[in-house]
């Protein structure tokens, strides 16, 4: 978690997204999105809900989250500040200050570490049907968290979670349309399989560079600009096509200085990628897997991806142009093909330089075996 008395660099009030009354869904993107809150899901179902400064309150910007986890009746709920030189000093100097939590004017107590408590964490869950004004008092700062879409976002976690009219129920206990409680899901486990010893070493025969370069265009579908319709095919790669309007206007093209790249996984599989698009502030290439001994079925790995690493491919870009809000995906290499391992964001940054927190929408459990036949 951020250190509650991260520096505020810079105000970033005047460049935030106004903020909708409510969007999207909890296990995409930036979830369930009410007001100041929202609410994001994995695929364990454990559920994060996190609140934020009002968008016109963002020189003095805080957020709380809390993370639910399936059948447990209370979350565990974190804080984190932005704070000023001076404000910093006051809570992290010689002589810290202590940083409380109030309610509607009233005291419940100190914060350690960031992490609230157990009666603080039910004292937040019980005002989230009112109105109430959420305050982080410290030194001489305080920080004003919105309620606003609350309720929604924590209703929204009890349907998830099938807490609707049971006794685990976060804000909707007395609700006539009774739920059962859903277990959590296992975490996937996906083993890495890959040589780092042997990799230095390996370099793709320049025969078959040459029959790669020569057929790729025939193996994948230049012409098709778009790949869409199914799990493992995702976005547009226009610019794998020389002749498509947005390479045409691409200076790497007209300079011949953009094409194919191909990086040997293992001795039996070559990882294929081109740049597929580039925005304002985002770029992505296409990543496809060849089986060597049929290399003439490429597979589609992403067409948003920004690295490729040890095994591993990263997509990583910017929610906003000003890089406080990002997204991220990771695929790693088993020996056969590159499982997804995170699909995570740092949700509605609201202030927060590199976002507040992480807001995963999907988890995995990575077992590394750095040395490998494959």
């Known amino acids: 978690m951020k250190a509650l008395t991260t520096i505020l660099v810079a105000s970033l009030s005047v460049l935030s997204l106004p903020a909708l009354a409510v969007y999207g869904t909890p296990f995409e993107g930036w979830g369930f999105v009410?007001?100041?809150?929202?609410?994001?899901?994995?695929?364990?179902?454990?559920?994060?809900?996190?609140?934020?400064?009002?968008?016109?309150?963002?020189?003095?910007?805080?957020?709380?989250?809390?993370?639910?986890?399936?059948?447990?009746?209370?979350?565990?709920?974190?804080?984190?500040?932005?704070?000023?030189?001076?404000?910093?000093?006051?809570?992290?100097?010689?002589?810290?200050?202590?940083?409380?939590?109030?309610?509607?004017?009233?005291?419940?107590?100190?914060?350690?570490?960031?992490?609230?408590?157990?009666?603080?964490?039910?004292?937040?869950?019980?005002?989230?049907?009112?109105?109430?004004?959420?305050?982080?008092?410290?030194?001489?700062?305080?920080?004003?968290?919105?309620?606003?879409?609350?309720?929604?976002?924590?209703?929204?976690?009890?349907?998830?979670?099938?807490?609707v009219g049971t006794s685990l129920a976060l804000v909707s206990q007395n609700s006539s349309n009774k739920q059962t409680p859903k277990p959590a899901k296992a975490k996937p486990i996906v083993r890495k399989s890959y040589n780092y010893l042997a990799q230095d070493k390996k370099k793709l025969d320049a025969k078959k560079l040459a029959y790669f370069q020569a057929n790729i265009n025939k193996w994948i579908d230049i012409d098709a600009v778009q790949f869409v319709g199914s799990k493992d095919e995702i976005g547009d790669c226009e610019l794998i096509n020389p002749s498509s309007e947005a390479a045409i206007n691409l200076a790497e093209y007209a300079a011949g200085s953009l094409g194919w790249d191909?990086?040997?996984?293992?001795?039996?599989?070559?990882?294929?990628?081109?740049?597929?698009?580039?925005?304002?502030?985002?770029?992505?290439?296409?990543?496809?897997?060849?089986?060597?001994?049929n290399p003439n079925k490429p597979q589609l790995i992403t067409t948003s991806g920004t690295e490729y690493d040890d095994g591993e491919i990263f997509a990583i870009h910017k929610d906003r142009g000003i890089g406080d809000c990002w997204n991220s995906q990771v695929w790693v290499w088993d020996g056969k093909r590159f499982a997804m391992t995170e699909d995570s964001s740092t949700g509605m940054c609201r202030g927060f330089a590199g976002g507040a927190w992480d807001l995963p929408t999907y988890v995995s459990e990575v077992i590394k075996n750095s040395i490998s036949s494959n």
């Open 34 to 163: 009410a007001e100041d809150w929202q609410v994001v899901c994995d695929n364990t179902l454990t559920c994060r809900a996190a609140g934020y400064t009002k968008e016109e309150y963002l020189d003095h910007p805080a957020s709380i989250l809390l993370v639910a986890e399936p059948k447990k009746a209370l979350p565990k709920a974190y804080v984190t500040v932005l704070t000023s030189d001076e404000e910093s000093e006051s809570v992290s100097g010689d002589n810290p200050s202590t940083v409380e939590l109030w309610l509607n004017d009233k005291s419940y107590g100190a914060i350690r570490d960031d992490e609230l408590n157990a009666e603080q964490t039910k004292q937040i869950i019980r005002h989230a049907r009112i109105n109430t004004k959420i305050e982080l008092r410290g030194g001489n700062a305080s920080w004003i968290i919105s309620d606003k879409g609350m309720s929604a976002v924590l209703l929204k976690l009890d349907e998830v979670q099938g807490r």
């Open 262 to 293: 191909f990086t040997p996984i293992n001795a039996n599989y070559t990882l294929a990628s081109h740049l597929c698009w580039r925005g304002a502030y985002n770029l992505g290439a296409g990543y496809w897997t060849i089986n060597n001994a």
